[in-house]
C-alpha cells in the first residue's frame, strides 16, 4: 500500500513550509527529483520527469 498522491502542474505548487527539512535524491537519469524529510523519511512531493507535474501526497495536506 503506497501513499494517496494527487498531480499538480508545477506551476501551481509552492511549498510554503518545511523545505530547509527536506532532502532530495534522484534516481538513473537524475531528471525526477524525489523530496523526502530526513528526519523521518516521508515523501511529501516529487517532481516527475515525462511532464512538468508535482505529485504531492494527499495525507499530508492541511486541509485533507
Known sequence: KGPLMAAVHEDAFTLLSGGD????????????????????????????????TISRQVSLLDRF
Not at 530526513?38 to 517532481?47: D, K, N, S, V
Open 21 to 52: 527539512a527536506l532532502s532530495e535524491y534522484n534516481q538513473n537519469t537524475g531528471i525526477a527529483r524525489h523530496f523526502f524529510w530526513a528526519l523521518c523519511g516521508i515523501t511529501p512531493f516529487h517532481r516527475k520527469r515525462a511532464n512538468r
